[in-house]
């Protein structure tokens, strides 16, 4: 059974951090690319942060410079470190898997951020 866990989620203030991490289980996880991607309340699903089974990286406009991802293949976790978080950064982010060939796709079940005074 497949399984992504996300945690590190909470409430922050303005210009703090968080650091989120998706553990996964039930998957060789080395091959598959990993996505973190953010709802906020009445707006699409968005895409945040992808880094690739050999370590590329990319981030959205609004996150770059301020967050970062990374794995640990090891560990089979995945890690979102966010700094200078911005209320409109408020969202439940999502971890997502995709392996590199097959298509087999995997979502964990999201974590609360919100960023508030």
């Known amino acids: 059974q497949v399984q992504l866990v996300e945690s590190g989620g909470g409430l922050v203030q303005p210009g703090g951090s968080l650091r989120l991490s998706c553990a996964a289980s039930?998957?060789?996880?080395?091959?598959?690319?990993m996505r973190w991607y953010r709802q906020a309340p009445g707006k699409q699903r968005e895409l945040v942060a992808t880094i690739t089974s050999s370590g590329q990286i990319r981030y959205a406009d609004a996150v770059l410079g301020r967050f970062t991802i990374s794995r640990d293949n090891a560990k089979n976790t995945v890690y979102l470190q966010m700094n200078s978080l911005k209320p409109e950064d408020t969202a439940v982010y999502y971890c997502n898997s995709n392996h590199v060939v097959a298509p087999r796709e995997y979502w964990g079940q999201g974590t609360q951020v919100t960023v508030s005074s």
């Open positions: 039930g998957i060789v996880f080395s091959v598959y690319h």
